[in-house]
């Protein structure tokens, strides 16, 4: 309550509050978070940046920021992190 009473008094005053922190994956853009997705999914970056009309640089810029958003340091470990915060149902593995 208090720091929502200060973030209102601060914009009451002209000025910008700042964003609380956030981690995890809610922490990635939607571009930062659809590059990792393709990327977990065994995408080269040039296949990415094919994929998404961009340059592979970009999709290198989006891949470091995640990596450092999610203190992680190869695909592999994106790939595990992507996995375990998806929805149980997205996990299992359709029967029959």
Not at 6 to 16: D, F, I, K, Q
Not at 88 to 96: D, K, S
């Amino acid at each position: 309550a208090l720091a929502a009473r200060a973030r209102s008094e601060l914009r009451a005053a002209g000025g910008r509050p700042v964003r609380a922190p956030r981690s995890g994956l809610s922490s990635l853009s939607a571009a930062e978070l659809r590059v990792a997705r393709m990327a977990a999914g065994g995408l080269s970056n040039r296949e990415i940046a094919q994929a998404l009309f961009v340059t592979p640089k970009t999709v290198e810029w989006h891949l470091g920021q995640t990596y450092r958003k999610l203190g992680l340091t190869s695909r592999a470990q994106l790939a595990a992190a992507l996995d375990t915060h998806r929805p149980e149902q997205q996990r299992l593995a359709p029967a029959g």
